[in-house]
C-alpha cells in the first residue's frame, strides 16, 4: 500500500519531466541547424541556416538521383520543398560533406572539396573580421557586421541577385546609373536549377513595364504600363486581394516590389520552366500551391518553347511535339519539361547523301495543315507558282520547308522556331510543306522497284489485317453497346476507352473554360458529340453519377442537352449534343460572317433564360465541379476576364458569379471584340470602362456597336444591354440583378437606373479613346442603394 501511494506521487513528477523533454524536443532547433554562418563558423554537409522564427532555411541540396549539390533557399514550414533562392545555380559541387560555405575576407563564399572557389558575394572591401551570414525571416539572406542586423544595415542582401522567385518585399528594379536590370531567370527544367531560357525584367526603356525575352534577346511578353494600381495587360490584378503594389522612381534607380495583405500569407512570384511568369499563394487546407494566374495566358505563345522543328499544340498534351521525320534531340530533357533543344532529322536528306541530284529516291514534301507558320521566312520572288517554289526548296540542300500563299513564295533555310498547330476551326491557320527525306517515304516515287512476290505478300498482310480491323470494330461495337447503361432512364454512362476513341484519343479541341477542355467526337453510329473533360472534380463516383442524373433531368430550349457521362477512377466526363453552328467565341471573333445586330440580341436573351432557368431550378449542380477555388483556379487559364471577383478572394460562390461573367460576355456581344485588347504600343483598350463613359455622359450608345455593323442596331436595345451588363459586374454580389431580372429588363418588362461605375472599370485609362469617364469611386457608391 505504501508503495503504491509512493508511486502516485511520483508519478506526477515522472509525467512533468516526460513533459519537460517533449518541449525541449519541439522548442529548439536542431543540432544541424545554425543561426550564423562565421569566418569560424562554416556551413557543410546537412547543416542549414534557419531563419529566426523558421521561415526559411538555407543549405545544400540536390533533386532526385543527380550527384550535383547546390546551396539554396526553401520554405521551411510547408510541407512541399519550394525553393526560392540558389546561389551556384550555374556551378554545382559534387561532395556536400567536403563543400563547405563559409566567410573569408568578408565575403560568403562556396568551396568545394577541392577548396576551390566556386561562388561569392563578391564585395569589394568589407572588415573581414566581424562579417556575418544571416538569414532573415524575409527570406532575404544578409551579410552584416553584426549578427542581428536589420536588411537595412546589410553588406549584402540575396534579394539583390534573385533567381527565379520574386519574394514580398524584394525589388525587380533597373538601375539608372549602369543601366542594368535585375532579372528573375527560370530553371532549366523540373530538375535542374541552371540559368534557363526564360527571363524577366524591368523594360530598360523607362516604360514602367516588365518584359519577358527568350534567350535574353527575343521579347515576347509585356505587362503593359503601370497605370497606378495594376499593369494594363494583367486586368486580373484588380481581383487580388493577397499583394499590394507599389513603384518607387528616383534619379538612382525604379523598382517595382510588394507587399501581403495578410502577414500570415505565403506568397511568391515565379518565372517558371514554362516560360510564363506565374503568380502562387500556399493553401494551407489542401497542402498545395494555388496558381492564380499566368502571363503569357497560352502556352504557345512562349517564344520557341518547342525548340527547332518541335511543334507547340494547345489542344491537346503534350504541348510539344517533333514534326514528322523529326525526334527530340535530347529526349531526357523532354522528358522533364524542357523543350528547348529541340528536334533532329531522324534521316539525311537525300543531298547530303550523295552530291549526285539525280542519284537513288528523291527528297519529297509532307503537307501540313491548320499552321502558324514559324518565323525568319524567306520570300523567293521569283517563284510565282506552287511547282516553283517547290522546286527551289527541293534544290537548296538546306532548305527544310517551303510555303505558298496569296503573298508569295517563302521558304525556310536550317532550323525553325514557333511553328504552332492550331485548331480546325481556326481561319488563320496556313499550309507548311515539310522537306523530308526520301526514306521517309515508302511507296513507289521513292522506291526504285518492288517484285511481284513481295507485293503480293503485302497484299495478303493487308487483307488478313483489314479482316481482323473488321472483326475487332464488330466488337468494339458490341462492347460499346454493353457499356452504354441508362441512369435516370435518359443518361448513358459511357466507357472512357470508348470516348477516347470516339474523339480520336481527345484531339479536335472545340474550346476551353474553367472546369475544362471540350473535344469533338463520333459515335459508331455516326451522331456526333462533345465531350467535356471536367479537370477539378473532388466527388466519388457514387456522388457524381448522383450528381449527374440531375442534369439529365434538365430540358430547356435554350441548353445544350446531356447525353451521358463516364466515371472510370478519377476520370469524369461529360457528353453533350454537338452544336454544328460553333461556339460564341468562334461566331462573334473567328468568323467572317458578322453576326447582325438582332441576332446577338436573341442570343443575349437566350442566354439570360437558360441561366435563370438553371439558377431557379438546378443551382446545386455547382456541386459537381465544387467551388473549390484552390483547385479550379489552376484550370481557369483563358477565361480569367470572365470571372467574378469572389472567385480570387476565395469566399463563398451563390448565383451571382454567374451574372458577374453573363455581363462580361454582354459587353462583348455589343463591341463584337474582347473587352480587352491590346494596343501595339502596349496599352489595352478596355471596352467595359469606354461603355461606362457613353452611357454616363448620354451619348448616342451606338457608337460602342461592332464598327462590322455600320451602325445597324436598335438604340433602346443596346442601351438596355449595356446597362444590363454594368448592373451584373459590379463589384459586391448584392448590387447585381437576379438572371430572372435580366430577362425582364431585356424583355423590357422592368426598368432600371444608371448603374454605379464598378471599381473596375476605374482602373483603366485608356488614352486611345476620344473621352474617358473618370469617377471617385467613393462618391459614386455613396449616392447607391442596393436596387436589387
Not at 761 to 778: C, M, P, Q, W, Y
Request: aromatic residues 12%; glycine residues 8%; charged residues 20%.
Amino acid at each position: 500500500m505504501i508503495n503504491n501511494i509512493n508511486i502516485m506521487k511520483r508519478k506526477p513528477l515522472f509525467s512533468f519531466f516526460l513533459l519537460i523533454i517533449s518541449f525541449s524536443l519541439h522548442t529548439f532547433p536542431p543540432l544541424s541547424a545554425l543561426t550564423i554562418i562565421s569566418s569560424t563558423q562554416p556551413l557543410s554537409g546537412d547543416q542549414t541556416l534557419v531563419s529566426k522564427d523558421g521561415n526559411f532555411e538555407l543549405g545544400f541540396f540536390n533533386i532526385g538521383n543527380s550527384s550535383n549539390y547546390y546551396i539554396g533557399m526553401w520554405y521551411k514550414k510547408i510541407s512541399t520543398r519550394t525553393y526560392v533562392w540558389v546561389a551556384n545555380r550555374d556551378y554545382p559541387v559534387s561532395d556536400k560533406t567536403s563543400s563547405k560555405l563559409v566567410i573569408s575576407d568578408g565575403n560568403l563564399v562556396l568551396l568545394d572539396q577541392s577548396k576551390n572557389l566556386v561562388w561569392s558575394t563578391n564585395l569589394s572591401s568589407t572588415s573581414s573580421n566581424s562579417v556575418v551570414a544571416v538569414l532573415l525571416d524575409t527570406g532575404n539572406l544578409i551579410l552584416s557586421n553584426r549578427p542581428h542586423a536589420s536588411a537595412s544595415q546589410a553588406l549584402w542582401h540575396s534579394f539583390d541577385f534573385p533567381t527565379d522567385t520574386w519574394l514580398p518585399g524584394a525589388k525587380l528594379k533597373l538601375d539608372k546609373i549602369t543601366n542594368k536590370t535585375q532579372h528573375l531567370t527560370a530553371w532549366k527544367n523540373s530538375e535542374d536549377p541552371a540559368t534557363g531560357l526564360f527571363s524577366l525584367k524591368l523594360d530598360p526603356n523607362g516604360t514602367n513595364s516588365y518584359l519577358i525575352f527568350w534567350n535574353n534577346t527575343q521579347q515576347y511578353w509585356t505587362s503593359g504600363s503601370w497605370n497606378g494600381q495594376i499593369f494594363v495587360m494583367v486586368p486580373i490584378m484588380w481581383s487580388n486581394n493577397v499583394f499590394n503594389f507599389a513603384f518607387v522612381s528616383n534619379d538612382n534607380e525604379s523598382y517595382f516590389t510588394f507587399s501581403l495583405q495578410n502577414n500570415s500569407t505565403i506568397s511568391r512570384f515565379v518565372m517558371d520552366v514554362s516560360g510564363q511568369v506565374k503568380q502562387f499563394t500556399w493553401l494551407e487546407s489542401t497542402q498545395q500551391w494555388n496558381l492564380f494566374w499566368s502571363q503569357p495566358r497560352g502556352q504557345c505563345q512562349v517564344y520557341a518553347f518547342c525548340g527547332a522543328f518541335g511543334s507547340c499544340n494547345e489542344i491537346s498534351k503534350p504541348y510539344c511535339n517533333c514534326l514528322n521525320g523529326y525526334e527530340p534531340k535530347l529526349q531526357s530533357g523532354w522528358d522533364l519539361g524542357d523543350y528547348s533543344n529541340g528536334c533532329v532529322k531522324t534521316n539525311k536528306f537525300q543531298c547530303e547523301l550523295s552530291s549526285d541530284p539525280s542519284s537513288g529516291a528523291k527528297d519529297r514534301f509532307l503537307t501540313k495543315v491548320n499552321l502558324a507558320l514559324p518565323e525568319q521566312a524567306r520570300r523567293v520572288v521569283e517563284a510565282g507558282l506552287r511547282e516553283e517554289c517547290e522546286s527551289t526548296c527541293l534544290s537548296n540542300c538546306s532548305c527544310t520547308a517551303y510555303a505558298f500563299n496569296s503573298s508569295g513564295c517563302f521558304i525556310w533555310r536550317g532550323e525553325f522556331l514557333n511553328l504552332q498547330q492550331l485548331s480546325e476551326d481556326d481561319r488563320n491557320g496556313q499550309t507548311l510543306f515539310l522537306k523530308l527525306a526520301a526514306s521517309e517515304f515508302h511507296d513507289s516515287k521513292s522506291n526504285n522497284g518492288t517484285t511481284i512476290g513481295i507485293a503480293g505478300v503485302a497484299v495478303g498482310g493487308i487483307m488478313i489485317l483489314l479482316a481482323l480491323v473488321l472483326i475487332l470494330v464488330i466488337r468494339r461495337r458490341k462492347i460499346l453497346t454493353g457499356a452504354r447503361t441508362s441512369v435516370e432512364g435518359s443518361l448513358i454512362a459511357f466507357a472512357y476507352r470508348d470516348l477516347q476513341n470516339a474523339t480520336k484519343n481527345f484531339s479536335v479541341k472545340l474550346g476551353g473554360g474553367g472546369f475544362g477542355s471540350v473535344f469533338k467526337g463520333i459515335l459508331p453510329d455516326s451522331s456526333v458529340i462533345a465531350v467535356k473533360k471536367l479537370e477539378s472534380i473532388s466527388q466519388g463516383e457514387k456522388q457524381f453519377r448522383t450528381e449527374v442524373s440531375t442534369i439529365g433531368t434538365v430540358q430547356h430550349v435554350n441548353l445544350v442537352r446531356l447525353r451521358g457521362f463516364c466515371s472510370e477512377g478519377d476520370k469524369r466526363l461529360l457528353v453533350y449534343d454537338y452544336m454544328p453552328n460553333g461556339s460564341l467565341d468562334s461566331n462573334l471573333f473567328k468568323n467572317s460572317k458578322v453576326l447582325h445586330w438582332k441576332v446577338r440580341f436573341e442570343i443575349a436573351l437566350g442566354i439570360a433564360r437558360g441561366l435563370a432557368y438553371l439558377h431557379e431550378k438546378y443551382f446545386g449542380l455547382a456541386k459537381l465541379v465544387g467551388r473549390d477555388f484552390s483547385r479550379v483556379l489552376t484550370t481557369i487559364r483563358g477565361t480569367l476576364g470572365y470571372l467574378a471577383p469572389e472567385w480570387i478572394s476565395g469566399v463563398a460562390i451563390t448565383a451571382k458569379a454567374d451574372v458577374y461573367s453573363y455581363g462580361k460576355v454582354l459587353f462583348e456581344l455589343v463591341s463584337g471584340r474582347r473587352n480587352s485588347d491590346p494596343y501595339k504600343d502596349g496599352q489595352v483598350s478596355f471596352f467595359p470602362t469606354l461603355a461606362a463613359n457613353i452611357l454616363h455622359q448620354g451619348k448616342n450608345v451606338i457608337s460602342l456597336l461592332d464598327s462590322r455593323l455600320e451602325g445597324d442596331g436598335d438604340v433602346e436595345e443596346i442601351t438596355r444591354v449595356i446597362k444590363v451588363a454594368s448592373w451584373c459586374v459590379q463589384d459586391a454580389e448584392t448590387d447585381r440583378p437576379s438572371m430572372g431580372q435580366v430577362v425582364q429588363i431585356l424583355e423590357g418588362v422592368l426598368d432600371v437606373d444608371l448603374p454605379p461605375i464598378p471599381r473596375l472599370f476605374l482602373a483603366f485609362v485608356d488614352d486611345h479613346e476620344d473621352s474617358i469617364f473618370v469617377t471617385k469611386s467613393n462618391s459614386t457608391h455613396s449616392t447607391h442603394q442596393d436596387t436589387f
